[in-house]
T-cell receptor
Framework: GAVVSQHPSWVICKSGTSVKIECRSL??????MFWYRQFPKQSLMLMAT?????????EQGVEKDKFLINHASLTLSTLTVTSAHPEDSSFYIC????????????FGPGTRLTVL | GDSVTQMEGPVTLSEEAFLTINCTYT??????LFWYVQYPGEGLQLLLK?????DKGSNKGFEATYRKETTSFHLEKGSVQVSDSAVYFC???????????FGKGTMLLVSP
């Protein structure tokens, strides 16, 4: 299957700082990228969907000014957590979807964010 | 709206036992159905999928059959291994859309 990478795999930051997470599709063009948040022992919560070159569409309850998503190219999307607080600590997972007829998403390995 | 319901875990089995994880769904159209697996500390990996009724997805000894009449996509494996210990997510995607709707996940713990 197609490969999606995320960087960093884990990050620790101080409260009030901003953190950027990169998501790259390595061997396919991701026309759509998705960002999820996963709390311990829970399912994935879709945060936003972005199409290359367009503004992201955020799910209800997700603060767009806090979670900035950029999808500048067909192989790169970034999630920036601005003014992070301890409650933002979580596992963030991205996925990419190309032109598969089966709407398949390919997931990155995730980024563990810990805000102190 | 669409929804996916999975049996709650954890499911605890001994090695070589038979596994069934139930999954039922609600959808308006003709969705594609997926099982994803998440190993500790990792992202999701697609385990298998089925795109139309009566299709059987299979991979690594796991199987699931798309049952439209019962709106189900139960995951089965005849003989589990310790290395199968993970969280398994059932998901659907409506026809023509990429967005996935996930179940809450079922943790599987296999002991030697």
């Amino acid at each position: 299957g197609a490969v999606v990478s995320q960087h960093p795999s884990w990050v620790i930051c101080k409260s009030g700082t901003s953190v950027k997470i990169e998501c790259r599709s390595l061997d396919f063009q991701a026309t759509t990228m998705f960002w999820y948040r996963q709390f311990p022992k829970q399912s994935l919560m879709l945060m936003a969907t972005s199409n290359e070159g367009s503004k992201a569409t955020y799910e209800q309850g997700v603060e767009k000014d806090k979670f900035l998503i950029n999808h500048a190219s067909l192989t790169l999307s970034t999630l920036t957590v601005t003014s992070a607080h301890p409650e933002d600590s979580s596992f963030y997972i991205c996925s990419g979807s190309g032109t598969s007829a089966y709407n398949e998403q390919f997931f990155g390995p995730g980024t563990r964010l810990t805000v102190l | 709206g669409d929804s996916v319901t999975q049996m709650e875990g954890p499911v605890t089995l001994s090695e070589e036992a038979f596994l069934t994880i139930n999954c039922t769904y609600t959808a308006t159209g003709y969705p594609s159905l997926f099982w994803y697996v998440q190993y500790p500390g990792e992202g999701l990996q697609l385990l298998l999928k089925a795109t139309k009724a009566d299709d059987k997805g299979s991979n690594k000894g796991f199987e699931a059959t798309y049952r439209k009449e019962t709106t189900s996509f139960h995951l089965e494996k005849g003989s589990v291994q310790v290395s199968d210990s993970a969280v398994y997510f059932c998901a659907l995607s409506e026809e023509g859309y990429s967005t996935l709707t996930f179940g809450k996940g079922t943790m599987l713990l296999v002991s030697p």
